[in-house]
């Protein structure tokens, strides 16, 4: 039996079913390599779905000792993910992993102990990563002239990376000048993680929907450049890889 020059590429253990056997069979074949060929092919989705889960989780893991050492963990995993996502582009590699061990480090001390003393310092170091690897995510959706889907997710993740990584500064800021930001409800406290990260997604986005607020000089200068930021971003990243797309069709 002769076979075209499309059916000779199918595998062996497909080219032998005859019937709606094969129909059964492909999915299957496909399937066999689970998550972790998810994981590979599509670093920026999987990276945009945990930062999207850890907002949604954090509200409920991080008013006790035992939710902050979960969260802590959490922040391990999206780190790992962060790093992943670096070494999808052309970006260093070894920047992100200098940069990631001790943050990792950080976060599993405070997960054991439950301590919140080290995290200033933590929240320093996960700043520098987010950046890092927004900017390196960021050159590589400019330097890309063909738009793939992992590109599309990458937009998401590269957001919600500058949002999570203003959100850390806030949080130093806060922790070196006590009272940068205040609220209508507990005026004088110390704002948590969530509320900087709120405040952090309705400045990036530009909604203006936060009740948290800048009051010094340095925290507001801070939120300008968010600020800045946000807009930059739809203007030149988000305008230009929709401009490619159309293009392509």
Do not use: K
Not at 173 to 193: D, N, W, Y
Not at 206 to 213: A, F, P
């Amino acid at each position: 039996m002769r076979f075209s020059r499309r059916q000779r590429h199918i595998p062996a253990p497909l080219a032998r079913c005859r019937g709606p056997l094969n129909g059964f069979r492909l999915p299957l074949r496909l399937a066999s390599g689970g998550v972790p060929t998810f994981l590979r092919r599509e670093p920026s989705a999987t990276l945009l779905a945990a930062q999207l889960a850890a907002v949604l989780l954090y509200p409920f893991m991080g008013d006790n000792d035992a939710g902050r050492a979960l969260f802590g963990l959490f922040g391990v995993v999206i780190l790992g993910l962060v790093v992943r996502a670096v070494r999808a582009t052309a970006a260093l590699t070894w920047v992100a992993v200098v940069v990631g061990a001790p943050t990792t480090a950080l976060l599993l001390v405070q997960a054991v102990t439950g301590s919140t003393a080290l995290q200033p310092y933590s929240a320093a170091l996960e700043a520098i990563l987010y950046f890092y690897a927004a900017g390196a995510l960021i050159a590589h959706l400019v330097a890309d002239a063909h738009v793939t889907r992992d590109d599309l997710f990458a937009v998401g993740a590269t957001f919600t990376l500058v949002a999570w990584a203003f959100a850390y500064t806030y949080l130093v800021c806060q922790a070196i000048e006590p009272g940068s930001f205040t609220a209508a409800v507990r005026p004088h406290a110390q704002r948590s993680l969530m509320e900087l990260l709120f405040l952090s997604f309705t400045t990036l986005t530009s909604t203006g929907l936060s009740d948290i607020t800048p009051i010094e000089p340095f925290a507001r200068a801070l939120v300008m450049i968010e600020e800045l930021a946000g807009l930059a971003y739809v203007a030149m990243l988000v305008s230009r890889l929709v401009a490619l797309t159309v293009m392509r069709r």
